[in-house]
């Protein structure tokens, strides 16, 4: 038995034009398969189909099939990420590092949007940013890439410092500390712990680090850091503040750098938490030599997508903002505070946010109790965590069937609706009630 060592399936992985395939659902013809395997699923299965299917290479642990086209290794998981390991050493590019509980997804499209005016950019698709995902988007770093914006997230203690052992970093930014995946993390404290591995990453590689001032455990966690760029919504002391004039539905800005104006910005997104993830993206693109008007053009031209930040209109005139990507109390309740800004009748349709163990209900009742806290009164909940906080509440359905149902009969009459919730939960599916233009 003869195990395929990782300069050999890098050559390989070059002959197939970094043509990647995990799944046999989707294109593999000509593609290097990896067989992956976890929890729920084994990718040893799948070996034969990828074959058939026209994969030039399979690489998998099970020895049983004799095919020239099958790279033996000892754990396909494991050689993916020692591909993308040795792949990302080689890659003549600068990879920025992005992380945090909030925001990172947005953050990473607008450090693209930025870098993109100037540069030859690849970015992490979506918010494929686990030990999968990761490994995946480094591999599709080729020689004309000169910027990878690397988005990287954790569901549970561990996880980042797998990531940050991949590759090397130029810059890492950890967008913020919140309470995410506290199913896997418990508290705060143990969430500020994973997520330090991105500092810890800068420091060992030497990189840039871009902080959020505005955080209280980012600026105590990059105390020690020797190379460090600021940005603030609220410090007009650090190298990049963000000053609010309009924060809902949209945007409007002035960028100043050391406490000089640079010039105004209007964007595509709303809520003081964009702003600054907004900030981050200036700060990269300035640190990286972006022209200041081809930061604006990055940043304006940025529209937000895939349920993330997104303004829609129905035929009714009715302004609807959809954030059903994901969420989590911190999430949440930044959502709610900023959407709340808005003058005009308003109606909430929240579904659960899921993966928070023993923290659920506390965290859902006070959602709800913030909800009303700042004045919403039309308020729908979706999904059997918010049943469970709230037996009492009348307007709480199993799914976004049932809401819609209820919607049928009894129309929203708003001037403004917010749909939120985890991605479990599909709130986008509630536009179904709405006819957009």
Same mark, same amino acid.
């Given at each position: ?45 799948? *070996? ?43 890659? !003549? ?77 130029? *810059? ?17 404290? *143990? ?25 209280? %455990? ?13 940005? @603030? ?75 993330? @930040?997104? %303004? ?16 989590? !109390? ?58 469970? *906080?709230?037996?009492?509440? !009348? ?10 149902? %209820?919607?049928?009969?009894? !129309? ?26």
């Amino acid at each position: 038995m003869t195990y395929s060592d990782i300069s050999h399936l890098h050559h390989c992985f070059l002959e197939v034009h970094q043509k990647m395939a995990t799944d046999t659902r989707k294109d593999c013809k000509g593609a290097i398969f990896f067989c992956l395997s976890g929890e729920r699923f084994n990718g040893n299965l799948y *070996a034969e189909k990828a074959l058939e299917l026209g994969a030039a290479y399979v690489v998998t642990n099970s020895s049983h099939i004799s095919d020239e086209r099958i790279l033996l290794v000892e754990d396909p998981n494991n050689s993916l990420l020692e591909l993308a390991r040795y792949h990302s050493n080689i890659a !003549p590019c600068t990879f920025i590092a992005v992380g945090g509980s909030n925001g990172k997804t947005s953050t990473k499209e607008l450090i693209n949007s930025v870098l993109s005016t100037t540069y030859k950019t690849y970015a992490t698709p979506g918010n494929f940013n686990n030990h999968i995902g990761v490994p995946l988007t480094l591999l599709a770093v080729n020689a004309e890439t000169q910027m990878a914006i690397i988005e990287m997230g954790t569901n549970h203690p561990g996880e980042m410092r797998v990531l940050s052992s991949v590759f090397e970093t130029d *810059a890492a930014i950890i967008t913020n500390i919140g309470k995410e995946h506290l199913e896997g993390f418990e508290d705060l404290e *143990a969430v500020a712990k994973e997520e330090s591995e991105l500092y810890l990453m800068a420091q060992r590689d030497g990189a840039m680090a871009f902080v959020n001032a505005d955080d209280p %455990w980012l600026q105590n966690m990059s105390k020690r850091l020797p190379k460090k760029i600021s940005y @603030s919504i609220k410090d007009k002391t650090c190298d990049i503040y963000i000053e609010i004039h309009k924060s809902m539905p949209f945007l409007e800005v002035s960028v100043f750098y050391q406490q000089e104006k640079m010039g105004d910005i209007k964007a595509h997104l709303g809520g003081d938490y964009n702003a600054s993830n907004i900030a981050a993206a200036v700060a990269i693109g300035l640190h990286y030599q972006v022209p200041f008007e081809n930061v604006i053009q990055g940043i304006e031209s940025y529209v937000p997508s895939m349920n993330r @930040s997104q %303004w829609l209109t129905s035929t009714s005139g009715l302004e609807i903002l959809l954030d059903a990507y994901n969420a989590n !109390p911190s999430s949440m309740e930044l959502g709610l505070k900023n959407f709340a800004q808005l003058e005009g009748k308003k109606t909430l349709l929240l579904g659960d946010m899921l993966e928070l163990g023993t923290h659920s209900e506390k965290e859902h009742k006070a959602l709800f109790e913030l909800a009303q806290e700042l004045g919403y009164t039309d308020i729908y909940l979706v999904g059997n965590e918010f049943k469970q *906080a709230l037996p009492s509440f !009348p307007f709480v359905f199993e799914n976004t069937s049932s809401l819609l149902a %209820w919607l049928d009969t009894h !129309p929203i009459d708003a001037e403004y609706v917010y749909i939120k919730g985890s991605r479990g939960i599909a709130m986008e599916q509630c536009l179904d009630h709405f006819a957009l233009t």
